[in-house]
């Protein structure tokens, strides 16, 4: 037997989302942010306002809906991680990503993220 989640926000439906409200002080002026597992895009305008460039990676069917659904554009939205995680950021941002995932999973891409400094 096959088991499918999900969060069902509105979001794609034009549903109002409230934007991520920090709850750890960031530097307001970064220059580069990961937003891991980006979904549709729905925390691009926040991230915008604290990064100069936002780099979006998600799964490739969900990067396709991004590129069409995506409230604002951002400067790079991939799921190719070979490439992604090779890249330098100065914040990973991980939004309803890691919580679903079973322990050994995101155990895994916690390691797996791109490490600072290389
Ligand atoms: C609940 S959505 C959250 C999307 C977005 N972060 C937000 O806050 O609106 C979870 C996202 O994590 C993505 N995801 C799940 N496993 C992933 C993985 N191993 N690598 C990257 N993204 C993943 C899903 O494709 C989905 O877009």
């Not at 309803?96 to 895994?108: I, K, N, R, S």
Request: glycine residues 6%; charged residues 20%.
């Amino acid at each position: 037997m096959s088991c499918a989640s999900g969060i069902l926000t509105g979001f794609k439906d034009g549903k109002p989302f409230t934007p991520y409200v920090p709850t750890l002080a960031l530097p307001p002026h970064l220059e580069r942010v990961l937003d891991f597992g980006c979904g549709l895009g729905r925390n691009f305008p926040y991230l915008k306002s604290i990064s100069r460039q936002i780099t979006g990676f998600d799964l490739p069917e969900m990067i396709e809906r991004c590129r069409v659904l995506a409230p604002d554009p951002i400067d790079t939205l991939s799921s190719d991680w070979a490439e992604v995680r090779t890249g330098r950021f100065d914040l990973i941002f991980a939004s309803l990503v890691l919580q679903p995932m079973e322990e050994a999973a995101c155990a895994a891409a916690l390691a797996d993220l791109p490490a600072w400094p290389p």
